[in-house]
């Protein structure tokens, strides 16, 4: 049975502050003003200067829509604001359960210790629905609209995943993983062709829920080249070329990593020409991590068009050194931000925004990867808020493939959108005031980019009061 969607929607119209990126460094504000969303959920109109008797007057008539048809949402003058729903372009739903979990492991040590066992366990369908169902719930909380997920080997707890994000509401990408080669015995594919007949047992499943992908969208998913045979890695070449579906892999994590990666595959010069040579690199392949790489094989991502997650939180907690996201950008590669749970610990976009500022300033400190360079490029190599919220929202939609869609507020854009709560501290504050509204304190005389400043360091879930997606409220 086709997992259940809410009824007939309605046209929308929402007032206030709307903040977006304009590009990589800038941010627009549109105060006072009002969009138009109609009941399939595209903006159909953005009205600069306009309360709700102007819209009555003069959008409502233009739209052709009456009082009565329109459902309204107000932001609340300085205090709250709409900003585009983030897009985590690298998330393990099975591996929730273990977020904070890390113990003294690096990458492989880690995923034997605590990562298969987990996944594996989730073949249990009441135990994936717990997970999963928490993981969704929690993601959406902290306003991201938009998942692409690796799920686990079993087809039938990855279909529930699809099915679980397509009744709560959730955009994602639902890739069931793909590895038949040096996994444990109790977690592992048999063999390259069962590997691809259950990766079409999901692709049909996600089909038959949702047969257009405009929600749930399969993603081609090789857990990582160590983990699949050159011939695993062929045929889900194949596969791409007959559907054109995207594809995700994991690439230059960790320098025992990428040293394993030449045992396995000598005939290949670097990690990436192994994804090449196997006809996996191309323009919709989201490559995550990419640490380690060498100019020659950024060159050749850039070339090819692939795209890179970007997750700083996992490459701090487990140790595995600092993406240089601005050469990355530089070479022209479309870059996005993923939490990477449970690599990563936590399950937030902003905390990963707030990380890939606070990372890009450690490889220009004393000691860092670039502190031997001149001050004018030690300071290009630093992102700037405006930037990592880029990467948060219209970045990761390019990564996806969804740039026309979803990551702005744009007329003929889906209204995939968050509504931001600060709070504002009051005039008259008691002494014993214990009232919690977030871990944001605006006191009224910060101008907006400053607030927006405060947000990102100092944001989270609490301050997300309504998220949408696809113009159904999915949270709040």
């Not at 549109?30 to 109109?45: E, R, T």
């Not at 444990?184 to 089909?207: F, K, N, V």
């Not at 931001?420 to 009232?435: C, S």
Request: aromatic share 8%.
């Amino acid at each position: 049975m086709a997992p259940s969607r809410p009824g007939k929607a309605q046209n929308q119209v929402f007032f206030g502050t709307f903040i977006h990126s304009k590009t990589l460094g800038e941010l627009e504000y549109l105060h006072n003003a009002a969009v138009c969303v109609d009941a399939s959920g595209k903006i159909v109109a953005i009205q600069p200067n306009c309360n709700q008797q102007k819209a009555v007057e003069t959008l409502y008539a233009r739209l052709g829509w009456t009082l009565d048809s329109v459902a309204v949402t107000v932001a609340r003058d300085a205090q709250q604001f709409f900003f585009p729903g983030f897009i985590d372009t690298h998330v393990h739903a099975p591996q929730y359960p273990n977020v904070g979990i890390f113990g003294k492991s690096t990458l492989l040590d880690w995923l034997n210790t605590y990562t298969f066992p987990m996944e594996a366990s989730l073949s249990s369908l009441p135990k994936a629905r717990r997970v999963y169902t928490r993981c969704i719930r929690r993601t959406l909380s902290h306003g991201t609209t938009t998942a692409v997920y690796y799920a686990t080997i079993d087809v039938d707890a990855t279909n529930l995943l699809a099915d679980l994000c397509y009744a709560m509401g959730q955009r994602a990408f639902i890739g069931r993983v793909c590895m038949d080669h040096l996994g444990p015995d109790y977690y592992i594919d048999e063999s390259p062709g069962q590997a691809l007949a259950a990766t079409r047992a999901t692709i049909d499943h996600i089909r038959g829920i949702d047969s257009a992908f405009e929600l749930i969208t399969p993603i081609l998913t090789p857990r990582f080249a160590p983990a699949c045979s050159g011939e695993t890695m062929r045929r889900l070449s194949d596969l791409h070329k007959q559907t054109q579906l995207p594809m995700q892999t994991h690439i230059s994590e960790n320098v025992n990593e990428i040293a394993l990666v030449q045992e396995l595959f000598p005939d290949s010069r670097s990690y990436a020409e192994v994804y090449d040579a196997h006809g996996l690199l191309t323009d919709k392949m989201i490559l995550a991590h990419a640490i380690h790489l060498t100019e020659a094989e950024a060159d050749l991502i850039a070339e090819r068009k692939a795209k890179i997650a970007h997750c700083p939180c996992s490459n701090s907690a487990l140790t595995s050194g600092i993406a240089r996201v601005r050469w990355l950008l530089g070479k022209g590669i479309q870059v996005g931000l993923g939490t990477d749970m449970s690599g990563g610990y936590s399950p937030s976009i902003l905390e990963a925004a707030r990380q890939a500022k606070l990372v890009s300033n450690h490889l220009t400190a004393p000691g860092g990867q670039l502190a031997d360079l001149p001050e004018e490029e030690r300071e290009r190599a630093k992102l700037s808020v405006e930037e990592v919220l880029y990467l948060a929202t219209r970045g990761g939609a390019q990564v996806v493939g969804l740039a026309d869609k979803i990551g702005g507020f744009e007329v003929g854009m889906q209204w995939d959108a968050q509504l931001v709560d600060l709070g504002t501290v009051p005039d008259d504050v008691a002494e014993d005031d214990q009232a919690m509204l977030g871990n944001v304190d605006v006191f009224g005389w910060e101008k907006w980019d400053e607030r927006i400043a405060k947000w990102v360091f100092n944001g989270d879930d609490r301050n997300t009061k309504k998220v949408w997606v696809q113009g159904r409220l999915v949270h709040g």
